[in-house]
Every structure is written in C-alpha cells, then in structure tokens.
DNA sequence: CTCCATTTCAAACGACCGTTTGAACTATGC
DNA sequence: GCATAGTTCAAACGGTCGTTTGAAATGGAG
C-alpha cells in the first residue's frame, strides 16, 4: 500500500494543535512547534504566513467537523418539530465531546485544543475561536428559546453561555486535574477519565437540570 | 489625614493582579507590569525572587479573604445543623464573586485576576493555584456529600469541579464577551454586568438546580 | 555626623522570540 | 536535456524576555 506521507503543512497543524493546546498560545513558541513537526522555522511563515496565521489554520481545521455535526444535528431536530432542552443540549455537547473524543489520542489532542483557545487569557485569541463558533450560535440560542419560553432571552443566552464555558472546560480537561498534585478528589478518580460517553451523559445530564429549572425569570 | 502611600511592594502586587488578569501569565512580560507600577525592573526579583514568586504573591493575597470568608460561612453552616446544597453553593459562590466584585473597579480586578489563573493553559500555574485554594475544598466536598447523600461521590466531584469552573469563568469576565464584537446575544447585554450580586443569584440557581437534579447515581 | 541596613537604579547578561532573506533543493512539464 | 514553480534550508535580523550586577540613593539608630 503507498503511504500518503504527511505533508510539512498537516504536520505543523498536528503540532500546533497539541503544543498550543497544552502551552496556550503565548506559552509555545514557533520553534517548539517546528521543531516536534522536523520542519524548519521559516517553514510556519512560508505556509501560513505568521504565527498567529498557524493558529487560525488549526482553529478552523479543528472546528469544522465540529460545527458541520452541529449544524447536521440541529437540521435534523427542526425538521422533526419542536426539540426538546435536552435534544438541544445533547446536538450541543455530543459534537464537542464526542466527535472529537472518541478518536484515540489524536481527539484528545484536539479536544484540548480547542478547549483551551477557547478561553486563552488574550482576548484577541478568544475573538478569533468566537469567529469559528460563531455562524451556527445564534440557531442554536433561538432553538432554546422557543423550547424554553419561560425563560427570559438573557436567561437563555446566560444558560448558553455556561453551557459553552463548561463544555470547553471539560475539553481542555482542566477539569480532570493532574492525578499526582492537590486537587479535587485525589482519592478518587472522577468517573470520566476512560469514558468520554460518559462525561458527555453526566455533562448533559448537569445542563439539562439547569436549563430545566435553574434559569430565573 | 496621612495618606500611607503605597509601597513598590504594594504597587507591584496591584499592577500584576491587572496585568496578569489582562493578558495571562505568559502574555505580561515583568517590564509592562513594572513601567506601570512605576517601579525599576529589578524591583521584582528584589522583593519577591522572580516572575513567578510575583504571581504566587499576587495569589496568596487575592485568594486569602476569598478563603477566610468560605471558611467563616462554611463554620456557621455546619454549627447550624445539616446544610441544604443550595446553603452549600451560596457559601462558596458568594465569597468568589461578591466579596471581591462588589468593590469598584479594583474588586473586579481581582476577581478577573483569580478566574484567570485558576486556568492558566499552563498546568503549573494550574497548580500553583489549586494548591491556594485547597484546604478548605476537602471540606466543602464532604459537606456537599452529606447534603446530597443520593448522589455517588465521584459525581459530588463532578458537579464541584463545574462549580468552580463556571465560578472562574464568570470571574474572569469570559463569558460577557466584549460588547462589540462577535458573540453570544449581542442584540442584548446580559443581566449581569451591572449587578454582581444578580450575576451571584442567576449563577446559584443554575447550580442548585443542576446539583439537585442534573447529577447521576 | 557616622554607620548600616534597606531600597532603588541604570545597565548589561545570555537566551529566546517571531520574522525575513536568499540560496539550495525537489519535482514536474516541456 | 532545460526551464520553472514549489518547497526547504541555514543563517541572520532586530527585539524582547527574565534575571543579575554593582553602585547610588535613602533613612532611621547610635
């Protein structure tokens, strides 16, 4: 069978991807990354142009799938009539957790990725993460709308927003902290470490009893 | 009346807790922080050793009132009989965001400060953090357990762990995206940005109800 | 005033940063 | 074969990084 060797390209995004995830941004420098891909520096400006360039290209090659899932599965519920809290939650979560999960340590490696850029300390970087998420947010908030009608819009969007934030923390596993150091639980491991599809039950599971009953007026 | 002024030490501690909860750890270099505070350079490794004895400083300082007054609510608490989770909740949200946002525009400092950090990208800063913020969550995990003795313990962690998560990022101020750019709900600004202590009311109720109902056996 | 510990200062240290350059290499079309 | 476009390379660019140095300033105690 021939080998479809990596291209110097796919090798810096698979690099970037897992040192940027594990660094942020500031923290990992062009080198570092090159280096991993045994490419050459000017290789990063030569494909991509600048390093924050890198960061975008990775950015949307990891949310694609992501978003196109997410956009399938809400097509799928408005086609079927009015979903539910919880349809619209699991279309939410599962995408993120899941599509990205369940591959081996490569998804893994994604998932904390973008879980981490999405809440870099620099805002500029949060903008450019915002900008990828962006085109299917406000389906997905207007969907919750009208299955939470009780709920006010600020309610609705402040839900979102948790839901957002909690799901990007569990991506980028700062929520599983280090087994060794002082953290929660160190006697026992939370149940999510081997199963994502578990964490994606107990996540959603969380969301829905919030959504259902823990937004005000 | 004397105005004790402040000290470089002081000085230094104020423009890190902004700086730092701006741009990261990584992304604030010692010479913005001391050009600001209007100190020498080597004023940092003087009063504190390094870069990162500065943060733990920094920390160490935002983190002890935060620390005293959930160990105060959570002695009152169990002096009282048997807390409900909602009393639980209340202690350890209330002290993370009204203590330290109802005080002007400093207060919102140190709380962007705090929710930063405590999700460094850097596990180390991670760490350094978690272990500021250690000793008493041994206690509010038992107290939750006894407050919640349907649900296993593993998910008394699991619901914990997005406390503090959801906590750290409302404190950091990164789920109310900047107004104008590309974001969630920008037609209409959320309920919170005025009012911390309706922020404090909106996040304790999604909580609570996602605690009481929203965990698995 | 002298002494001495504390604090501040300008200047420099070596290391690393993102980026750029121009030549060398590679592969494909003619 | 040669020409050509695409890619890789070592080397260097100017800057900024955290840290260190040793002298100058400061200020209270004797």
Chains 1, 2 share one sequence.
């Not at 570092?32 to 600048?50: E, L, Q, R």
């Not at 809440?119 to 947010?137: G, H, K, N, T, V």
């Not at 207007?142 to 006010?152: D, E, F």
Request: hydrophobic fraction near 45%; glycine fraction near 8%.
């Amino acid at each position: 069978m021939e080998t479809p060797v990596e291209t110097t390209r796919e090798r810096l995004l698979n690099v970037a991807e897992q040192r940027f995830g594990e660094g942020g941004y500031e923290g990992t420098s062009l080198r570092a990354i090159t280096v991993a891909a045994a490419a050459n520096i000017a290789a990063v400006n030569y494909h991509f142009g600048s390093k924050e360039a890198l960061l975008r290209a990775a950015v949307a090659r990891a949310m694609a799938p992501v978003n196109t899932e997410r956009r399938r599965r809400l097509d799928q519920l408005e086609a079927g009539g009015a979903p539910t809290p919880e349809e619209l939650i699991r279309a939410f979560i599962e995408p993120g957790l899941e599509l990205v999960l369940r591959r081996g340590e490569r998804g893994a490696v994604v998932a904390r990725f973008i879980g981490r850029i999405a809440f870099d300390p620099s805002r500029r970087i949060r903008e450019l993460y915002a900008a990828e998420s962006d085109p299917i947010e406000s389906r997905y908030l207007a969907a919750l709308q009208r299955a939470l009608p009780q709920a006010s819009p600020d309610a609705v969007a402040f839900g979102y927003m948790n839901m957002l934030g909690l799901l990007a923390l569990h991506q980028s596993q700062a929520l599983s902290p280090t087994p060794g150091a002082a953290g929660v639980a160190n006697t026992a491991n939370p149940v999510n470490t081997e199963d994502p599809g578990k964490l994606a039950e107990n996540l959603v599971a969380f969301l829905v009893a919030a959504f259902d009953r823990g937004l005000r007026a």
